[in-house]
């Protein structure tokens, strides 16, 4: 790899990484701030409130379907490629994969730097639908989803591409403050952060 491609990688790589930890940073200290959590915890007490044995099946499927849904879209590109003989199906593929992995690795870091509590551990009224034993802060699902929306929106910028994938996204991010395990914050800052990695993993496209 010569230094013109190292630039190319490392500076919005670098970019990433200062956005991720400046906006850890920034929610501790939100966290810290008693009207951030009482919004938190009112926002999951309301949806507590409405749950459906319809609506929690429903959310709890779509839940656990998402780390399935991060590993299919980008193997059923590539395997669509090897078919087609379609290199730059495969190097989306590749693309969407590496914005998937990367998210995950930095939700990892952030989570160990914040080490925000999940909400059914400092509220005891809210009555979670899972017992997730990492940390809350961001939503992994959530960040995971969003990557892979994002990522597969911009290397197919079609409606009909981004309409749907963006559909799944927010369902995902929503089924997790419905299912009780994350606060609004947590998912807010999990969308940007999905969405920021899959832009900054942007020079793997074709």
């Not at 839940?63 to 199906?89: C, E, H, Q, W």
């Amino acid at each position: 790899m010569n230094l013109f491609t190292c630039s190319i990688v490392t500076v919005p790589m670098r970019k990433m990484i200062f956005g991720l930890l400046l906006s850890a940073i920034s929610v501790t200290g939100f966290a810290r701030q008693g009207g951030i959590q009482r919004f938190d915890d009112r926002m999951l007490e309301q949806l507590q409130e409405t749950r459906t044995p319809a609506q929690s099946a429903f959310f709890k499927t779509i839940s656990d379907a998402n780390n399935y849904v991060n590993v299919g879209i980008p193997a059923g590109l590539f395997v669509t490629g090897l078919i087609r003989g379609d290199k730059d199906m495969q190097q989306n593929a590749l693309y969407v994969a590496s914005s998937a992995v990367t998210t995950e690795l930095f939700n990892m870091l952030v989570k160990k730097l914040v080490k925000r509590p999940r909400p059914f551990v400092t509220n005891l009224r809210l009555q979670p639908m899972a017992h997730p034993s990492s940390y809350s802060f961001p939503s992994g699902h959530t960040s995971s989803a969003f990557s892979t929306a994002t990522s597969l929106s911009h290397a197919y910028p079609k409606w009909y591409v981004i309409a749907p994938s963006m559909l799944w996204a927010a369902s995902v991010g929503y089924s997790r403050m419905y299912l009780g395990v994350h606060y609004p914050t947590d998912v807010g800052v999990g969308m940007l952060q999905g969405a920021g990695t899959a832009f900054a993993m942007g020079w793997i496209r074709p």
